[in-house]
């Protein structure tokens, strides 16, 4: 079992920084390919980043050039710092866990990030 636990959201200007954080409660992290993706009200939820266990990393084009999602396997994080932020990336941003090793795709319960002045 995969436990996914975010921190990290709250508010911030446009134009400022916010760094994610989501922990995993698991023995095999190190295989899992970690995500974050995000759902603002009225939306469908969307892929904003993804890192595989071979470092191969997936943007959004939305976000591309202002976040950096990163991994640290020793403890079983994985980050999302998010730059240049527009009030476009308001949504409650979740962290997702996938493997062939996991039934089904794990998630967390969100953070929200709002960007407003």
């Known amino acids: 079992q995969v436990q996914l636990v975010e921190s990290g959201g709250g508010l911030v200007q446009p134009g400022g920084s916010l760094r994610l954080s989501c922990a995993a409660s698991?023995?095999?992290?190190?295989?899992?390919?970690m995500g974050w993706y995000r759902q603002a009200p009225g939306n469908q939820r969307e892929l904003v980043a993804s890192?595989?266990?071979?470092?191969?990393?997936h943007y959004a084009d939305s976000v591309e050039g202002r976040f950096t999602i990163s991994r640290d396997n020793a403890k079983n994080m994985v980050y999302l710092q998010m730059t240049s932020l527009k009030p476009e990336d308001t949504a409650v941003y979740y962290c997702?866990?996938?493997?062939?090793?996991?039934?089904?795709?794990?998630w967390g319960q969100g953070t929200q990030v709002t960007v407003s002045s």
């Open positions: 997702n866990a996938r493997s062939p090793v996991l039934a089904q795709d794990r």
């Open positions: 890192l595989t266990p071979a470092s191969i990393t």
């Open positions: 698991t023995d095999v992290f190190r295989l899992l390919t």
